[in-house]
């Protein structure tokens, strides 16, 4: 029947990707280091089993059909586990970052109406610092060591007695995972993953051009779990058969080089930071690892300068960039080099390479300007960029944040950008008001606003500096009010109640009046200016 269904209307959930890891990937490993270094071995296949015991067992808990159940884990086999049972039974996985501060995840499990939490042992304090804030239903606690916390179910136990689910039939439009991202101004804003977007990212994410994904792979997703599904690697490798390793929460250099070492891997990805740190590392031992295996590094979630390209080609391995956001689950674009560019010289490598890439297949992209006019694609013109596609949000939850959204249906980065004649994206600054340190953000409207309540201060522009280890930090300038006085570590102290540590700025510039645009803002621009060496490629 032409033009009416003639092929099969199969669903594109990711009951299909947790089933073919069952059937088809039972050798393919999933190594979990430990905190005490140890590690432990599994397989896809064993995990995907596992699965459907740990969904029978959350079923009897309570948990129905687009109920959300929190983890606050590391990357580790258990956290695959419940990325394969939750939303395989029809509830969804929300991944919390432990890193955040107490009041931003009471906000955002309340915000979310988890009802039910998984935290591992080693995240109890942090678990504590919020809990009474929600009333979770149920909190299951993965205990390697010691007895289960008193009021707490045993992750394990649970498993042990529950009889495999059998997989129920899911509409690809529903909820499968959801994720938290920071807000310009404020509160952090939940974006929902339906099936399709998760299924369609995964099969595009494993493309040659994208990050070339197969079975013959060992991935080490040194990007959290929390953080926008790892990239979607976790079910890129269950999709494909790619071994993962997990690293825990350890993340120094030499121990990440030990697993990447010992355990073969062929494709890493995680933040510049972390990058950053193992090339120092390398430099200074250059014999100690053999990575011969390791075919990429795919750094992403903050610009790539180019020494870091540079200095990871003097050791034989190459980097990938990746462009993406929260808001694109995650991936947006990858930076490949054209087979043109191949043969040029050195310099318009690098230059490419440090730019963040051409858009996946179905990621359309438009940058606008300032006038609201779509700019061309010649390498020069400067806008914000838009995208749109299967795996891009449409809406945050709850309403939210309608204004990142235009009339017509595209989601605004906030990334200002220029695009090439290739359609290779170069982003050259940020609309939105935030410092990204580490991979991590810092709200510096929230900050500015809680300095500002401090008596005596006038007026505090915070402004992104670049950063050799971390990429960018917050630099705070303060305009004092006349005749009071204060100094940085009274400031620190002052903002240490309502934001993380590695929040807080270092530097604090201190003067009569900060400048002023137009129409009244901080001129941020005349800022940057004024107190960071420029460090953009
Ligand atoms: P998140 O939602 O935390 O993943 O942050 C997304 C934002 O990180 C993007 O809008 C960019 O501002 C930034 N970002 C991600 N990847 C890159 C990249 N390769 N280069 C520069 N900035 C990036």
Request: hydrophobic fraction near 45%.
């Amino acid at each position: 029947m032409i033009n009416g269904l003639t092929m099969d209307d199969y669903p594109l959930s990711l009951t299909a990707v947790v089933e073919r890891a069952e059937r088809f990937h039972n050798t393919a490993k999933v190594v979990s280091r430990r905190p005490d270094g140890s590690v432990d071995r599994t397989t896809l296949g064993a995990c995907a089993i596992r699965a459907r015991r740990l969904a029978s067992a959350l079923a009897e808990l309570g948990v129905g059909d687009g109920d959300r159940v929190a983890t606050l884990l590391w990357n580790q086999a258990e956290h695959l586990e419940l990325y394969f049972a939750v939303p395989a039974m029809g509830a969804v996985v929300h991944t919390l970052n432990p890193r955040l501060h107490p009041d931003e995840l009471a906000f955002i499990v309340e915000d979310a109406q988890d009802r039910v939490i998984v935290v591992d042992e080693s995240l109890l304090e942090v678990f504590e610092s919020f809990r009474h804030t929600h009333q979770f239903e149920h909190v299951i606690s993965i205990t390697r060591e010691g007895p289960t916390p008193d009021g707490m179910l045993d992750f394990e136990s649970l498993i042990d007695a529950a009889e495999p689910m059998v997989w129920p039939t899911l509409d690809e439009r529903r909820a499968a995972a959801m994720c938290y991202t920071s807000g310009t101004t404020g509160r952090p804003k939940g974006v929902v993953y339906s099936h399709r977007a998760l299924v369609l990212h995964s099969l595009t994410a494993a493309l040659p051009d994208a990050l070339g994904v197969s079975a013959r792979d060992t991935l080490l997703p040194v990007v959290p779990m929390f953080h926008a599904n790892a990239w979607g690697l976790p079910y890129a490798a269950a999709l494909l058969g790619a071994g993962l390793v997990l690293p825990g929460s350890r993340l120094d250099s030499a121990s990440v080089l030990d697993l990447l070492a010992d355990e073969q891997v062929t494709m890493t990805a995680g933040v510049p930071t972390v990058w950053m740190a193992m090339l120092d590392a390398l430099d200074a031992e250059p014999q100690r690892w053999d990575l011969s295996r390791l075919d990429r590094l795919i750094v992403g979630g903050a610009a790539v300068p180019r020494s870091m390209l540079e200095g990871y080609d003097r050791h034989g391995l190459t980097v990938v960039q990746a462009w993406g956001m929260t808001e694109t689950a995650p991936l947006g674009a990858v930076s490949r080099l054209p087979a043109d560019l191949e043969e040029s010289g050195t310099d318009e490598r690098y230059k490419f390479r440090a730019r963040q890439g051409v858009a996946m297949p179905f990621v359309d992209i438009r940058a606008r300007n300032d006038s609201g006019d779509f700019i061309e694609w010649n390498d020069r013109e400067m806008g914000e960029l838009e995208v749109r596609g299967p795996w891009v949000a449409a809406e945050y939850h709850n309403g939210k944040g309608a204004d990142s959204f235009t009339p017509d249906g595209w989601f605004r980065t906030g990334d200002i950008v220029r695009i090439d004649h290739r359609g290779c994206i170069w982003i050259c600054d940020r609309a939105k008001d935030m410092v990204k340190s580490g991979g991590e953000w810092i709200s510096s409207v929230d900050l500015e606003n809680h300095l500002m309540a401090h008596p005596a201060v006038a007026e505090a522009a915070v402004i992104a500096v670049p950063d050799a280890r971390w990429g960018e930090r917050p630099l705070a300038v303060i305009a004092l009010r006349d005749g009071a006085a204060t100094d940085p570590d009274q400031l620190r102290e002052h903002l240490g109640t309502e934001f993380a540590r590695w929040q807080l700025p270092e530097r604090f510039e201190f003067v009569t009046a900060i400048p002023r645009t137009a129409t009244g803002k901080f001129k941020k621009i005349t800022l940057r200016e004024q107190f960071s060496a420029a460090d953009r490629p």
